[in-house]
């Protein structure tokens, strides 16, 4: 898959709140970039806890689920789009299957 973008995951990161967020992010990119995903469920085959909640998004759980990754998959072009990054209380306000 060709995730778009990991700047976003680093500039996340790289922010002094989330410093800790970083391993886990770096290593879900790293496993995102090997992955061939033709529809959700090869993605619930590989994160059991991740949640499809429609309109081609995936909600992954990052870093023992302290944090939440909203990504929007376009499967027949193996593209992921990163659409949000946040703690629990920050993806409570928004609408995940809208972002």
Do not use: C
Request: no cysteine.
């Amino acid at each position: 898959m060709r995730v778009i973008s990991k700047k976003t995951l680093k500039d996340f990161y790289e922010q002094n709140l989330y410093t800790d967020s970083k391993e886990s992010l770096e290593a879900w990119h790293k496993e995102a970039i090997k992955a061939n995903w033709q529809n959700p469920n090869d993605i619930k085959q590989q994160y059991r806890h991740a949640s499809i909640v429609g309109n081609n998004r995936v909600v992954f759980n990052i870093h023992g689920n302290k944090y939440r990754l909203i990504v929007k998959i376009n499967y027949p072009a193996q593209v992921v789009f990163i659409r949000f990054i946040g703690t629990h209380a920050q993806y409570d306000k928004i609408n995940a299957s809208e972002v």
